[in-house]
C-alpha cells in the first residue's frame, strides 16, 4: 500500500484564495477591510520568520496587516496597555502575540488580555471553554487547519477512532475538542500512556503532536488509516546538515497509512491559512454578517 499525501501547502493555497475571496466582498458589499494585529517581542529569529510570513500572507488577501514590534524587555504593562490599545481599536479585528515570549512575561495572563473576539489563536481561556463544550468559538490555526484536511480527504469522520499523540493546549487538547464534535470516537495519548502502540493501531484517524521526532513509526500504525503530523523537528543529516522530519517515521508510515501529511509542505502551511481564516470570521461575527462555512469548524 502506498499512501495518498496530503498537500496542505496546496490545500493552503486554495484557503488563502477563499478568504481572498470573501475578504473582496466585504470591500464591495460592506466597506469592510478586516484588519489582523501582530505582536512580537524580541529578536527571536524563527518568530522574525514567520512574523514575516504572516504579514506578507495578511496583505495578499486584501487584509490590512499591523506589525508591532517591541524590544526583549518590554515591561509587562506597557505589553498589555498595547493588547487594550489593539482590544479597542475597530480596524483591528484580530490579535496574535507571538509566542514564545521573554521568560518575565507571563503568557497566560497576556493571552487572557486579548478580547476573546478578536482572539484569533483561539488560545483565550474562553475559547477554550467554548470550545470545550461545543459552542462558537475561535479554534486554535493548527488543529483548525488538521480538521478541515480530514474532512476534504474523508468526507464524513461521523464513527471513525482517532487517536492524538500528545496533550498540549496548543494542539493536542483543541484537536480532541474538534474531532469529538466531528462525531469521532477519541483518545488522548500521551507520555505515561500504556501500550502506546496498541493504543494507535486501533485508529483510523492518527494525529502525531508530541514533539518528538520520528517517534511513531510504521508497524503502529492501522492498515490504510489517516496520518495527520503535526510535528516539525530539525534533525542531522548523516552527511552533515540538517533535515526537517514530523513526529512519524514517514516512510513506513506511508507504506501502511491509506493517507499522510508529509513535513514539511503538510500541516504546517495550514497553520497561517487558517490564522487568515480566523480573521476573516472575526470580522464577519464583529459585524453582523454571515461568516464562511467552509473556513470553520
Known sequence: MTATIIDGKAFAARVRGQVAEH???LKADHDIIPGLAVVLVGEDPASQVYVRSKGRMTVEVGMNSFEHKLEADTSETDLLNLIQKLNNDPQVNGIL????????????????TIAPEKDVDGFHISNVGLLG?????MVPCTPLGCLMMLREHHGSLSGKEAVVIGRSNIVGKPMAQLLLGDSCTVTIAHSRTRDLPEVVRRADIVVAA????????GDWIKPGATVIDVGINRIDKVDGGTRLVGDADYDS????????????GGVGPMTIACLLANTLTA????????EPENLTA
Open 210 to 217: 508530541v514533539g518528538r521526532p520520528q517517534m511513531v513509526p
Open 133 to 137: 463544550t461545543g459552542q462558537k468559538s
Open 97 to 112: 502575540v507571538q509566542l514564545p515570549l521573554p521568560g518575565h512575561l507571563d503568557e497566560d495572563l497576556v493571552i487572557n
Open 23 to 25: 475578504v473582496a466582498r
Open 253 to 264: 508510515c506511508a507504506a501502511t497509512a491509506g493517507a499522510i501529511t508529509p513535513v514539511p
Open 283 to 290: 470580522t464577519c461575527r464583529a459585524n453582523n454578517i454571515n
